[in-house]
């Protein structure tokens, strides 16, 4: 089974940068899509990025994209969000998901993490 563990979350001034981590096992980056999602305190869940490694495709919410990045390591079967000029509308519990590959970034994750809070500070 598919397990998925979050680190790098914290508190960060606005502007601010922090890099979440995501730690998958039970799987390779050749079968799955990695998504990070976020929610906010009273707010639905939103998908905010998500990478096929296999394939190369990414893609980025609008509303973090030119800010965000997301990365995949083969070697230590990790994907990172690097988080640069945060706001506190980013404050959120951030969230790992994995979907089949097949299935890929757009039609639901099978697999989640327990989640990560960030918090920005205005």
């Known amino acids: 089974e598919v397990q998925l563990v979050e680190s790098g979350g914290g508190w960060v001034q606005s502007g601010g940068s922090l890099r979440l981590s995501c730690a998958a096992s039970g799987t390779t980056f050749d079968d799955v899509a990695i998504a990070w999602f976020r929610q906010a305190p009273g707010k639905e869940r939103e998908e905010v990025s998500c990478?096929?490694?296999?394939?190369?495709?990414?893609h980025y919410a609008d509303s973090v994209k030119g800010r965000f990045t997301i990365s995949n390591d083969f070697h230590k079967n990790m994907v990172y969000l690097q988080m640069n000029s945060l706001k506190p509308e980013d404050t959120a519990v951030y969230y790992c998901?994995?979907?089949?590959?097949?299935?890929?970034?757009?039609?639901?994750?099978?697999?989640w993490g327990k989640g990560s809070l960030v918090t920005v500070s205005s």
């Open positions: 990478i096929s490694p296999s394939d190369g495709f990414i």
């Open positions: 998901a994995a979907q089949n590959v097949v299935l890929g970034c757009f039609q639901g994750m099978a697999y």
